[in-house]
């Protein structure tokens, strides 16, 4: 589902809108599959969180939002502290629900389920592992995002935490891409992040799987 002029945002008023995925977690570095299944971060994860809070503080956030899920609740704090800013948690932003898979290796889930996983790589519409549609969490997550935008001043600036699968399919949504082509955006690394920004046809991807501070675009499409 195309994301309306009107739902994008009003022309003029600039602001951006920060998707950051929360830090490293053991299941990460196992390639398990988490979905909503709640692990911590590890160390290593809360000093990439703190690292990049470090960054994207220079940015001015205005809001913050997070997945109410630990891993990246906590991220979310770690820039809390350094703004100031409360961070509003909703479950709405959860990573996708994955039944089944939850738990399995990435190495498992091909051996146990390859015919799944080969049709959900080929954009088909797969309940992976008995769990939610790519669509369905951009059905929950994605308005989230759009209503917490509207609320910013002109120019101003949300974080979103959340997890990889979800800010993904938020990106696609609020891009207005179609549903079969959000696998090319490509994952996030640990704690990097993709900007969107407010322009007169509504969000432009500005940055993606960033772990720098944005930089202007100086040239003809700017």
Same mark, same amino acid.
């Given at each position: 589902?195309?994301? !309306?002029?009107?739902?994008?945002?009003?022309?003029?008023?600039?602001?951006?809108?920060?998707? /950051?995925?929360?830090?490293?977690? !053991? /299941?990460?570095?196992?390639?398990?599959?988490?979905?909503?299944?709640?692990?911590? @971060?590890?160390? *290593?994860? %809360?000093?990439? *969180?703190?690292?990049? *809070?470090?960054? %994207?503080?220079? %940015?001015? &956030?205005?809001?913050i939002v997070a997945s109410d899920l630990k891993r990246a609740a906590n991220t979310a704090a770690e820039?809390?502290?350094?703004?100031?800013? =409360?961070?509003?948690?909703?479950?709405?932003?959860?990573?996708?629900?994955?039944?089944?898979?939850?738990? @399995?290796?990435?190495?498992?889930?091909?051996?146990?389920?390859?015919?799944?996983? *080969?049709?959900?790589?080929?954009?088909?519409?797969?309940?992976?592992?008995?769990?939610?549609?790519?669509?369905?969490?951009? =059905?929950?997550?994605? &308005?989230?995002? %759009?209503?917490?935008?509207?609320?910013?001043?002109?120019?101003?600036?949300?974080?979103?935490?959340?997890?990889?699968?979800?800010?993904?399919?938020?990106?696609?949504?609020?891009?207005?891409?179609?549903?079969? =082509? /959000?696998?090319? @955006?490509?994952?996030?690394?640990?704690?990097?992040?993709?900007?969107?920004?407010?322009?007169a046809r509504g969000w432009r991807l500005l940055e993606h799987n960033a772990g720098t501070l944005p930089? &202007?675009?100086?040239?003809?499409? =700017?």
């Open positions: 589902m195309a994301v !309306s002029f009107s739902e994008a945002g009003r022309p003029g008023r600039g602001r951006r809108v920060i998707l /950051w995925r929360h830090g490293q977690t !053991s /299941w990460n570095v196992e390639r398990r599959f988490q979905g909503t299944t709640d692990v911590e @971060l590890t160390e *290593a994860g %809360l000093a990439q *969180a703190r690292r990049a *809070a470090r960054l %994207l503080v220079a %940015l001015k &956030p205005d809001t820039l809390a502290t350094l703004t100031g800013l =409360d961070v509003t948690h909703d479950e709405a932003l959860r990573e996708t629900y994955a039944g089944v898979w939850q738990g @399995l290796t990435h190495e498992e889930i091909i051996s146990r389920y390859g015919d799944e996983y *080969a049709a959900w790589k080929r954009g088909e519409p797969v309940r992976r592992g008995g769990g939610e549609l790519e669509t369905e969490v951009a =059905d929950r997550a994605a &308005p989230v995002v %759009l209503r917490s935008a509207e609320k910013l001043p002109e120019g101003g600036t949300l974080v979103v935490v959340s997890h990889g699968g979800t800010i993904r399919t938020t990106i696609g949504r609020l891009l207005g891409l179609d549903p079969r =082509d /959000w696998e090319s @955006l490509g994952g996030l690394s640990n704690c990097c992040w993709s900007v969107l920004g407010e322009g930089e &202007p675009v100086l040239g003809d499409d =700017d």
